[in-house]
């Protein structure tokens, strides 16, 4: 699975908007005034990591390994796919409704031929 550096930052930013629109609804229906960050660009979740706070120092991350719960395995792997940001929902186009009313047809003629047609090529003087 190989992803692009900008388009895994994109799908960040994103989910940073849904969690701050879902702070604000929160926020709404408990009748509290909705939390806003101070800067436009700052989200309400954890700051980015910088160069420096990549790499913890070994104690520390080694006690923080040891102090924390074990995490519970995921339900389910990442999609292998990287699905495309361009969908639109809407119905069928005209070509897709008719492909499949075409093989509908097909299908039933051929579920015909097969009960009522095939006997009587196969066994043409048999009584009917």
Avoid at 32 to 54: G, R
Wanted: net charge negative.
């Amino acid at each position: 699975m190989s992803f692009d550096l900008n388009e895994l930052r994109a799908q960040r930013e994103k989910m940073r908007e849904h969690l701050a629109w879902l702070d604000r609804q929160i926020a709404q229906l408990e009748g509290q005034p909705a939390p806003t960050p101070s800067k436009p660009n700052e989200s309400l979740s954890t700051p980015e990591p910088t160069k420096t706070d990549t790499k913890p120092e070994p104690a520390v991350a080694i006690a923080a390994a040891q102090s924390a719960p074990p995490s519970p395995a995921p339900a389910n792997d990442a999609p292998e796919a990287v699905i495309s940001n361009d969908f639109k929902p809407g119905g069928f186009d005209g070509s897709s409704k008719l492909g499949c009313i075409l093989a509908a047809i097909f299908l039933a003629g051929l579920i015909i031929f097969l009960l009522f047609g095939l006997p009587q090529l196969l066994y043409p003087d048999a009584p009917q």
